[in-house]
């Protein structure tokens, strides 16, 4: 495995509402789609678009176009710009997919909290329904640039914006799970539930778990989804032999948790890091062969290798998404950025890094 080194640096311009919103700096999903870059933050219920001075050998992302989710499809939630915390982006075919955390989280004990008060407010878990999303969404050309839109008409069909309907949501569905239903109560920094990447290709949906993580071995689920001609806008799953309507495959990623997950060829690469709150080893890994899978797989020995080792920060710089750039190359992006990567023109640094 080899040490990170930054081939180069990007800059990531951001509009005053995106730095508003915080969305520069709680960065959790990229995807690149030719000379657009997908990316989400954790804080909204949004996915943004910036775009690529050098579609060959970019140097900077900018002119962002902002997207509401609920502008394409129906929002769980009552609030529909309560966050979606999404945590995982892919780019395939005609759609651009979006998914959320699925998780709970724990009230945070701040400076000002002491005593009882403070440890009320550690007790507190909540959860919020926008969180629960997979959200497909039709991507049209508009102008050369690549832009959802509700329905497209392409190759004689009509493609709507579609999202997992309620009766398949996947804290549901994980109620009776025998590995994964006793975390579903438990906040994702815990332990917990925690979806963090989604990889497509075709009508298979690599799901990517930072938690739970057990005894060293981290999740991917894999789904099937599809839509009925009478329900254009509601994604369902397909039943797997065994009839469930997800795979489980379990990883050895050395007790690290899936940050995010990246096709590329019939492998995927994986970014991990530590599944609970804290400042830990963060690597990519490459799973050979994922989606030539047609059995639930345990992703061990020469299933899966260490590519790169990166550096993270105290409290700061934490690799939360990465993209192929060409052939050799990925992106990185991180939450929480060190003070170095923060411009005082609102612009954000990421690396770009060689895979060995």
């Not at 970019?58 to 929002?75: I, M, S, W």
């Not at 004990?109 to 878990?125: F, N, T």
């Not at 489980?248 to 007790?255: A, Q, R, S």
Request: hydrophobic residues 40%.
């Amino acid at each position: 495995m080899s040490t990170m080194t930054v081939d180069y640096t990007v800059r990531l311009r951001f509009s005053d509402e995106s730095r508003a919103t915080a969305t520069h700096t709680n960065l959790s999903a990229i995807r690149l789609d030719g000379r657009a870059l997908w990316i989400a933050g954790d804080e909204t219920a949004t996915v943004e678009r910036l775009l690529a001075d050098d579609p060959e050998r970019p140097t900077e992302f900018g002119a962002e176009a902002r997207f509401r989710l609920a502008d394409f499809v129906d929002l769980p939630g009552a609030d529909a710009d309560e966050e979606a915390d999404v945590e995982g982006l892919a780019r395939t075919g005609r759609f651009l997919w979006a998914i959320g955390s699925h998780s709970l989280r724990r009230k945070q004990i701040k400076d000002r909290h002491e005593g009882p008060r403070a440890l009320r407010r550690l007790a507190r878990v909540e959860g919020q329904d926008n969180r629960q999303i997979l959200v497909r969404l039709p991507i049209a050309d508009v102008d050369g640039i690549p832009t959802p839109v509700r329905e497209l008409h392409a190759d004689g069909m009509t493609h709507r914006a579609a999202a997992l309907s309620r009766r398949d949501d996947l804290r549901r569905l994980l109620r009776d799970d025998e590995h994964l239903a006793p975390f579903l109560a438990i906040p994702g920094k815990d332990n917990g539930l925690d979806v963090e990447g989604i990889a497509v290709r075709g009508d298979r949906v690599f799901v990517g778990l930072r938690g739970p993580v057990l005894r060293g071995w981290a999740f991917v689920l894999e789904l099937r989804p599809y839509v009925l001609d009478d329900e254009p806008t509601r994604l369902r799953l397909h039943r797997f032999e065994d009839g469930s309507p997800y795979r489980k495959h379990v990883l050895d990623l050395d007790g690290l948790g899936v940050r995010d997950l990246c096709p590329i060829g019939d492998d995927v690469l994986i970014l991990a890091g530590p599944t609970m709150d804290l400042d830990g080893p963060v690597r990519i890994y490459r799973w050979h062969g994922a989606f030539a899978a047609e059995v639930p797989t345990i992703v061990r020995d020469v299933l899966i290798s260490r590519v790169l080792e990166l550096t993270y920060g105290e409290g700061d710089d934490h690799a939360e998404g990465l993209s192929l750039l060409g052939t050799d190359r990925v992106l990185v992006v991180y939450d929480s950025p060190a003070p170095i990567r923060l411009g005082t023109d609102g612009t954000v640094i990421a690396d770009v890094l060689e895979l060995p």
